[in-house]
């Protein structure tokens, strides 16, 4: 179902590419931007204790229900923020704006979507694993053209491309041009990084003996790869995923079943605990 409704959308964006679509996507992100960016500052901002009782007041706001004060404080910047990003996203430093926006929305996601265990992982991330290789290789032979790279680069609405990927200028590169990355390649195997936190934080585990500091170095060493590929090709597209996701997926499974944990991550995604309101009761024994 993942596959289908990406494929059928990438497509959409391929073959409606102009300005006026990338217009509509535009505004779409500053959208998420502005809701991503906004959860982050209230719950940055609630962490100090000046801002503590605006955090935790509330005032009914039609349409939206309780909103808090510090959510209505915060609000404005972040809208204005994203109004001034998207007036002037064409000039030289605009890709700092696009960052964060794009970073907090990205946060924002792995906050609500969770991964319930380790199977519905390894569907995800392997059908994304394809889907990447297909729409970067595959899909020249149909349209002559790698639609993914067309689709991230915008050659055909003459803008730099689609706002949801992150962007950094390219260093002692003559020729100038970005390094990006697609949201997709930090959301589907964030939500397994995500997963295995979540793990470790119900098992107790600490952070040096759990699975999250191996998924991150995991995906780390995939991205790694992913850059030096890139070099490697002359600058020609890859796709992220073909190289992220058997880092990520196989340390996981790989150290799950060396820790014997394999078979709880696969199923239940959660170590089993009692239940707080049962509390049994030792059984006495009868002389």
């Avoid at 290789?133 to 680069?153: N, Q, T």
């Avoid at 964030?190 to 952070?207: C, M, Q």
Wanted: proline content about 5%; aromatic content about 14%; overall charge positive.
């Amino acid at each position: 179902m993942f596959v289908v409704v990406a494929s059928c959308f990438l497509v959409m964006l391929y073959k409606l590419m102009s300005f006026w679509f990338i217009e509509v996507l535009v505004v779409l992100f500053c959208i998420g931007g502005i809701e991503g960016l906004q959860t982050c500052l209230v719950t940055l901002l609630s962490c100090f204790r000046c801002f503590k009782g605006f955090a935790e007041s509330f005032i009914k706001v039609p349409f939206f229900g309780a909103v808090s004060h510090l959510t209505l404080a915060v609000c404005p910047f972040c809208i204005a923020f994203a109004v001034v990003w998207a007036v002037y996203r064409t000039i030289s430093f605009a890709w700092i704006g696009q960052d964060i926006l794009g970073i907090a929305l990205i946060i924002t996601v792995l906050q609500i979507v969770r991964v319930p265990n380790l199977k519905v992982g390894t569907v995800l991330l392997g059908c994304a694993f394809l889907y990447d290789i297909f729409w970067v290789f595959v899909s020249k032979w149909w349209f002559h053209e790698s639609v993914m790279i067309v689709v991230a680069r915008g050659d055909r609405s003459g803008e730099d491309g689609i706002p949801m990927l992150l962007k950094i200028p390219r260093m002692y590169d003559p020729w100038g041009g970005y390094s990006v990355i697609g949201f997709g390649d930090i959301i589907l195997p964030g939500l397994l990084v995500a997963f295995s936190l979540r793990y470790d934080w119900l098992t107790k585990t600490p952070l040096r003996a759990g699975y999250f500091i191996w998924a991150m170095t995991a995906y780390g060493l995939g991205l790694l790869v992913t850059y030096v590929a890139l070099n490697m090709m002359d600058g020609h597209g890859q796709p992220a995923l073909l190289y992220i996701v058997p880092f990520t997926l196989g340390t996981f499974i790989t150290l799950g079943k060396k820790r014997g944990d394999l078979k709880t991550l696969w199923t239940r995604g959660e170590p089993e605990r009692p239940c707080p309101h049962v509390q049994l009761q030792p059984l006495e024994q009868k002389d």
